[in-house]
C-alpha cells in the first residue's frame, strides 16, 4: 500500500490536536469554543497537537503502546500547567491554592498531572483518534483486559458515561445555557465535518504507525514544542513565576521523577526482537467507525451540558465537591497503578 503524503500526514496531526482539545478544553470550560476563536486556534490547538503528536510519536517509536505508557507520557504532558499557564503554582481559583507544598499546588497538581491531562487530554483521545481516523488498533488492544471487555461487551454504556461525565463538566464553568449548546453543537460540527472529509477521502485506510512523525518530524516536533515553551512561558503571567525555592525545584523534581517513570515504561514495552521466522502482525482493529455511534455520542454530550446547565446550576456547588474528590481520588489510585506497574516484572 501506499505511504501517506505529508500533506496527509499534516491532517493526522491536526486532527489529533483537534480531538485532544475538544476532550478536555471543551469539557472544561476552560476552552469553549476553540475552532471559533483565535485564542483556541493559534495556542490552544497547537499546545495540543504538539504534545500529543510529539509523546505518542516517542511511544510507538521506541516501545509498544499500552495502557501505563500512555499515561505515563500523559503526565509529562499535564505539566506544560506549570511553565506555560502558571496554574500548578498560581491555581485555577481566583482565590489561590487550597493546599501549598514546597510552593505549588497540591491538589490542582494531582488534578491536572495525574488525571485530566493524562486520560483526557491523551490517552482517550487518542484512543478515539485511532478508532476513528485509521486503521490500526495498537491502543486498544494496549489496554488493560478489563477495559477492553468492558469496552467490547458494553460499548454504548462505555461511550455514554463518558460522554455524560464530559458533558457535567462542562457546566460549571459556562456562562449560559446558549453557550453550553453553541459549545457543544459548534465543535461537533466542525469535527464531524473534518473526520467526513478524512474518511471520504482515504484517510483512514492508514494505520496509526504510518501516519506520524518520522524520526526527522520527531526532531522537529520536539524543537517546536520546546519553542512554544519558551515563548509562552515569557508571554503568561511571567511575573507568576516563583523563586527557584520553593516553587521551580520542586517543579523540577516532578519533571525528573515522572520523566524517569517514563522512560521505565518505554523501557519495558520494547518489542522483543523478532526471529528470522516470524514477521510482525498487523493489528486487527477491535473497534469500529460508525457515524450513528459519533452522532449519538455529539448529541448525547451536548445534551447533557445544556441541559445540566439549565436545571442544575443552582447545584454547583455540591458538583465541585463530588468531581474535585473523584478527579483527586482518581489521580492518585492511577498513580498507584503505575508504580505498582514497574514493580511488576515485564512482560
Known sequence: MNQPSNRRKLAFWLLIGMISVIFVEVPAGSTMFPF??????????????LHSVFLVTV??????????TLYSAGTLFGMYEAYITKVLWTSFRPEGPFVTVSGIAVFET?????FLHPLLAFVVPMFFTETLCTSSSEIAQGLPTRAQRFVRWHPAL?????????????????PSVLKSFLSGAGNSLVLGLALLWWRRTGGASYSLRELLPGPKGL????????CFYVFWGFAIKPKSIPAVWPGQLTIWLIYVGLGWVFFRCLRRSAP????????????????TFS???????????????????????????VQIIC?????????????AGLLIHLRQPAG
Open 36 to 49: 471559533f476563536t483565535l485564542w483556541g486556534v493559534l495556542v490552544v490547538l497547537p499546545l495540543y497537537l
Open 59 to 68: 511511544i510507538f517509536r521506541f516501545g509498544r503502546c499500552n495502557f501505563w
Open 110 to 114: 494531582i488534578i491536572l498531572v495525574l
Open 158 to 174: 462505555a461511550i455514554g458515561l463518558l460522554m455524560a461525565l464530559l458533558g457535567l463538566m462542562q457546566f460549571v464553568n459556562s
Open 219 to 226: 526532531r522537529i516536533f520536539g524543537i517546536l514544542l520546546l
Open 272 to 287: 522483543a526482537p523478532l526471529s528470522s521466522s516470524e514477521a510482525p502482525l498487523a493489528p486487527v482493529p477491535l473497534y
Open 291 to 317: 457515524w450513528r455511534g459519533f452522532v449519538l455520542a455529539c448529541v448525547l454530550a451536548s445534551g447533557v451540558t445544556t441541559f445540566a446547565r439549565l436545571l442544575l446550576f443552582p447545584f454547583v456547588p
Open 323 to 335: 468531581m474535585f474528590t473523584f478527579f483527586v481520588v482518581a489521580g492518585l489510585a492511577l498513580l
